[in-house]
């Protein structure tokens, strides 16, 4: 279908591959924007932004048809991202007197960088002609490589702004993403392991093999395993560290910090930083839905051994396959789309964490999970291979059981020793100096 | 010797070494903290580049993933940090120590240049094996043969831990 | 890449060690000292690269000992990286540790183990 492609001159594939990763973000971005604050104005009972787009038809004009005239006709507000580009476009770019300039004005730029590189990797589809940009062999540990760039836009902004609640901003976010990303990585690391690769394509191949290596007619979405799973807990909770959403929005956080990194930025520049917030939501969502949820396959049914195990209706299967294989980017779309309500409902659900709530959960939680998630994925991998799948399922279970006692265990010899300040459920911070600081600025480092 | 006309390779490379210093310049010459870390933060980036350049992509992945994803944010959290603190502190002095500095450093260029770069100029040909840098020959190379180092590496991390946690800890 | 001959990746190696020499004399910013050693790493990693794609070790039999002897420059570059990560997580508390007692950052001024 696409491989006409492959007849053209290696700079024009370029461009088109490039092409239709970086056009499809910037064209969803508004999308996501509409889509953000429509659903959470349904989730906290407001009516949001419904006025933009509405189209009052003229009673006396003959151009209108008679049965608008007179009417109004509601698209549901959905030019309104395109009335915030405008506004934004067109408000007055003000520059604080004291910032550094030159770090000032790059912030927004570099902020943006890695929403876009990251695209780089994901299959939109299984068309080698088309997509992904580069299929490297290091797939994962790029995608690792750039999200760790994404701290620099806010660290950068919050250092030019000459501003110490911007400052605090940047000190934040550089401290969470560092702890982050380790349990990130983690969480990629059980994963590479149980598909051999660090293609991003392999493991979407990976994915479609027997679920469990037991059932032919279904596919092995990493989050149906048990390890796999728990790893995309992991990644979830860390990829929305990462790109400094609610609950993790402590770089921004309205009521302590004024709007934290970007409060010295106005118009077009603070634009930029909200664009590249939004694409590395998006972008962070393929990946999720690339290595977890199968890529770009719709249902986690494989259609051919369906269709040979039930020869009735193979004809239908068959078809559904082939729908399957060429529709894959709208599927991949949609699991993208998937990800961005979990970013929203997340943030309308959820309060916004205490940074020393922030630190515990990444370092105390997150990392040992994911740590110990890699024994059981090995445990998987051997049990699988020599002696099938209900022994892996026990032996996991079992693995699972021993760990959250041991987990279990540790926790309370941590708490041993230490008051117990719980009051009414609120849990008091006093006493201890570090901790006070850590709740105002950085951690006590 | 091939003329630059017959290798762009070895001006995209240039291009690339031109970068990769002029950043290093500026990480000694830019009077603020932070514009020298940002240099840094790019010549490590080319560098990482360089590295695919010579085949070592897991490596070049590497760089990036640790020196500027790791290591240049927590030199720009402790730069910020004493900025918060002390906002006027970081700034240089000049004295005898930049001309002093400059010579020795044109002297040991100028040595180690005349010892090493000369007897190697005839070298054009990679003999290595072009994959050898991808993340399986490495990986079996790291865990067989070389898994003693690493097994030290892991331990040296572990000391670096226990050993900045107890620097930034007030109280025990 | 092809065309590109030893002596330049290893002149880049040079230039960028020579600058983190001359940054370790010159600043007085701990800080900035550290992160010129940091520099003077990266270039020996340089070559370490270099040496390991253009000259990897000769002089070996078998095949197993030619595999050894490309992969040991990777390896002494992923030590390096280990041991550059522990020692900037060290001295970067270290420096804190400094600043915390002295309120004050300036390398020429750290004498107090002077006798």
Known sequence: MSEWINTLHPAWQALIRVLLVVLPILMLVPGMIWWERRLLSWMQDRIGPNRVATITWSKTSRLVPGFLRGKKTHFFGLIQPIADGVKLFLKEDITPAAVDRVVYFIAPAVALFPAFALGGTLPWGPFPALTPIADVNIGVLYVLAVSSLGVYGVVLGGYASDNKYSLMGGLRSSAQLISYELAMGMSLAGVVMATGSLKITEMVKAQEAPLWGAVPTLQNWFIFTPFGFISAVVFLVCMVAETNRAPFDLPEAENELIAGYHTEYSSMKFAVFFMGEYAAMFVFSGVFAAVFLGGYNLLPIRWDETATAVPAMAGLFKFLGQMNGALAGFWFLGKCALGITAYIWLRATLPRLRYDQLMSLGWRSLLPLAVSNLIVVALWIVCTEVYGASAAWIAVVAAGIALSVAAGVAHRIAQRGRPNLEVRGVRLVGGNPAQDEAVVGGPAA | MEGVAQSPNLLVFAAFAGVAALAAIGVVAFPSALRSALCLVINFFVLAFLYFSLGAELLGITQIVVYTGAIMVLFLFVIMLLKLQAPALLHERQDFKIPLGLAFGAALFALIGAQVLGPLQGVFQMRADPGYGAPEPVGRALFSLYLWPFELASVLLLIGIVGSILLAKRKL | ?115
């Open chain 3, 1 to 115: 890449m092809t065309g590109v001959p030893l002596v330049a990746y290893l002149a880049l190696g040079l230039l960028l060690f020579t600058l983190g020499v001359v940054g370790v004399i010159v600043r007085r910013n701990p800080i900035v000292v550290f992160m010129s050693i940091e520099l003077m790493l990266n270039a020996v990693n340089l070559t370490f690269l270099a040496f390991a794609r253009y000259l990897p070790a000769t002089g070996m039999k078998t095949t197993r000992d030619l595999a050894h002897g490309a992969m040991a420059g990777q390896m002494a570059v992923i030590l390096v990286m280990a041991v550059a990560a522990a020692e900037v997580a060290v001295g970067l508390g270290i420096i804190m540790a400094i600043f915390r007692l002295r309120d004050d950052l300036d390398i020429d001024e750290m004498n107090l183990l002077k006798g």
